[in-house]
């Protein structure tokens, strides 16, 4: 099959995060048996979403003739929703216009994963020195959750990959390293009232106000005394508060107020330090409080993490990647990736190369350019050739 016809079918899949995406895992792993490729279904409890791990030794090599673990390709099958978007064709479905190919996920990151399947079916009928392995997962979109347990079965695996490429829209440029992402909720509990009297009782809202000021008095602080890399363009470490909720009425003082914020950590700050002195700034807030009402508390809760990608740009698995696109330069990105649990937890060394802008991805009418796929596919297509060959005793450490 040819990328086109396996991203037209990748589109009609409506797998918006939380939503079940077996339909898709199916689809992917029934063509690629038809190839005789081992795969793997990794779910999670419901049984309703999960990872799909192939992986293709050729016509030559099995699990135990291969020397070396070879190469992942990488990519998340859930999309972002559509909901609240002026699309002017439609979102689950191809439309080619204008040299561009439209459609939720084009760009982040059906694209790629049209291109890797493609890839596989390729390199299924070639005589490999090196596996080359699928990896697909899962709401990614909420915080890299389904990768997860991947992760974990890929832990006992007795031959991990040697190299991850994660195919995140970077319009193929060689991307080392993005910041890690720890979403937190602020829970502030004050003392209701009526709003006559007012000044008797403790907003919750005006607790979650102070505590948005501390926030954003420890942004300066980051952006003035802060660690500093300027391969990002916001060059230091960030705290974004995106949601606040609370109150029932205009009469009456609420008593609850929740602040679901995010801190976007460069590798030299560690985002447990940073979570402390948070929970310091609303210890002191929160003590200032209790002068009127015992009540007051601010309880602080991670919902959710990932670490981020720092990647020698001096590492084999740069050079190598940079050789298959015949790219000089590195750079890092902005958005976040399941790169920093392959590189942390597995060790496996990863960088970030895809089709497609992320400046198109999780907006209306998001589109990947047929030129960035057809690169995307003669890159893969040098991937292969590179496996017939075998990796170097160097690419192997």
């Known amino acids: 099959m040819k990328t086109k016809e396996i991203l037209e079918k990748l589109l009609s899949f409506q797998t918006v995060s939380l939503s079940p995406n077996m339909e898709l895992i199916h689809f992917i792993k029934n063509l690629l048996a038809d190839h005789n490729v081992e795969v793997q279904i990794i779910g999670e409890e419901t049984g309703t979403r999960a990872n799909l791990y192939a992986t293709i030794y050729g016509t030559e090599l099995t699990a135990e003739?291969?020397?070396?673990?070879g190469v992942v390709l990488s990519g998340h099958s859930d999309v972002v929703p559509v909901a609240g978007q002026n699309w002017t064709v439609e979102p689950f479905a191809l439309t080619e216009k204008d040299d561009k190919y439209y459609g939720r996920g084009t760009a982040d990151m059906k694209g790629f994963l049209a291109s890797a399947i493609r890839t596989c079916l390729i390199?299924?009928?070639?005589?490999?020195?090196?596996?080359?392995h699928l990896a697909v997962s899962f709401d990614e979109e909420i915080g890299c959750v389904g990768v997860r347990h991947l992760i974990e079965r890929l832990k006992d695996a007795p031959m991990k990959p040697h190299f991850c490429l994660i195919g995140e829209p970077t319009s193929l440029g060689v991307a080392t390293g993005h910041k890690g992402k720890t979403a937190l909720r602020a829970t502030c509990t004050g003392l209701e009232g009526h709003s006559a009297m007012a000044p008797n009782f403790l907003n919750a809202l005006h607790l979650g106000a102070d505590l948005i000021k501390a926030l954003q008095d420890?942004?300066?602080?980051?952006?003035?005394?802060?660690a500093q890399d300027h391969d990002y363009d916001i060059p230091y470490s960030t705290i974004h508060v995106g949601k606040m909720s609370g109150?029932?009425?205009?009469?009456?003082v609420p008593n609850k107020c929740i602040l679901d914020f995010e801190i976007r950590n460069l590798a030299a700050d560690k985002p447990e330090d940073i979570i402390q002195r948070i929970k310091n700034a609303a210890e002191i807030i929160t003590f200032n409080a209790k002068e009127k009402a015992d009540c007051a508390d601010i309880k602080i809760e991670v919902v959710n993490s990932y670490p981020g990608?720092?990647?020698?740009?001096?590492?084999?698995?740069?050079?190598f990647v940079k050789s298959l696109r015949g790219e000089n330069k590195n750079f890092k990105i902005a958005?976040?990736?399941?790169?920093?649990?392959?590189?942390?937890?597995?060790?496996?060394?990863?960088v970030v190369c895809g089709p497609g802008s992320m400046d198109q991805g999780h907006k209306p009418d998001e589109f990947v350019s047929i030129q960035q796929i057809q690169l995307c596919d003669e890159m893969l297509d040098r991937l292969v050739e590179r496996l017939i060959e075998g990796l170097s005793p160097s690419q192997r450490c």
Do not use: H, M, R, Y
Not at 65 to 69: D, K, L, Q, R, V
Not at 247 to 252: D, E, Q, S, T
Not at 310 to 319: L, M, Q, R
């Open 65 to 69: 003739t291969a020397s070396t673990g």
């Open 247 to 252: 109150g029932v009425a205009l009469n009456i």
């Open 309 to 319: 990608l720092d990647t020698n740009p001096g590492a084999d698995i740069v050079s």
């Open 335 to 350: 958005f976040g990736t399941e790169g920093g649990l392959f590189d942390q937890v597995l060790n496996i060394p990863t």
């Open 123 to 132: 390199a299924s009928k070639q005589p490999l020195k090196t596996p080359l």
């Open 218 to 226: 420890l942004q300066s602080d980051f952006a003035e005394n802060g």
